[in-house]
C-alpha cells in the first residue's frame, strides 16, 4: 500500500478490526519512511453477472429489475413484500453460487416462474403471460391448462 503522505510503499499494519457494517476490514497502517499514519479499508471484490438477452445483448444483473417484474405479477394477492424479498435475496444467492459470470436471462425466467408456481397461481400466469410473451388468449388457456392438469383437474373444451 502506498504511504498517501510520501508514496513509499514500505509500512506496516499497526491495527486491523472489522468495519462499521462488517463488510470490510479497517487497517491502521505506518509509513515506515515518513512514521505518519493512515488508514485503508479491505472490501470484497464482487464480480457482477452478466445476463445474457434473448437478442444476444449482455446486462449486469439488477435485483430491482427482478423485483418490479415479481411485484406487478403478485399485485393484489395475498402476498407479502418479506416472501418476495426473501424470494430475490434466495435467486441472487443462487445465481452467484452457479460461479457463472454469464447467464442467460431464460435460466433466471424459469427459476422466478418456478417459485412463483409455489407462491400463488395467479402470480405465476401472470408473470408467465409477460415471460413467454403470450401472443393471443389460446396462449393463456394454453398455460392455465397445463397449470390445471398438474392439479389433477380438467378444463372442459
Known amino acids: 500500500m502506498k504511504c498517501p503522505f510520501c508514496g513509499e510503499i514500505d509500512n506496516k499494519v499497526i491495527d486491523s478490526r472489522l468495519g462499521k457494517n462488517g463488510d470490510a476490514i479497517r487497517r491502521r497502517r505506518e509509513c515506515i519512511i515518513c512514521g505518519r499514519r493512515f488508514t485503508t479499508y479491505e472490501h470484497i471484490e464482487e464480480i457482477p453477472i452478466m445476463i445474457i438477452k434473448k437478442d444476444g445483448r ?9 423485483r418490479s417484474g ?13 416472501v418476495i424479498d426473501q424470494f430475490i435475496d434466495d435467486l441472487e444467492r443462487d445465481l452467484k453460487e452457479t460461479g457463472e459470470k454469464e447467464i442467460p436471462s431464460s435460466i433466471i425466467g424459469e427459476k422466478i416462474m418456478a417459485k412463483l408456481h ?20 389460446n396462449d393463456f388457456v394454453s398455460e392455465l391448462k397445463g397449470l390445471l392438469s398438474n392439479k389433477g383437474l380438467n378444463i372442459n373444451e
Not at 449482455?58 to 427482478?66: A, M
Open 58 to 66: 449482455r446486462e449486469v444483473f439488477n435485483s430491482e429489475k427482478v
Open 70 to 82: 415479481i411485484q406487478k405479477a403478485c399485485q393484489k394477492r395475498n402476498i407479502s413484500i418479506n
Open 118 to 137: 409455489e407462491i400463488d397461481d395467479v402470480a405465476y400466469v401472470r408473470f408467465a403471460s409477460v415471460y413467454r410473451e403470450f401472443k393471443d388468449v
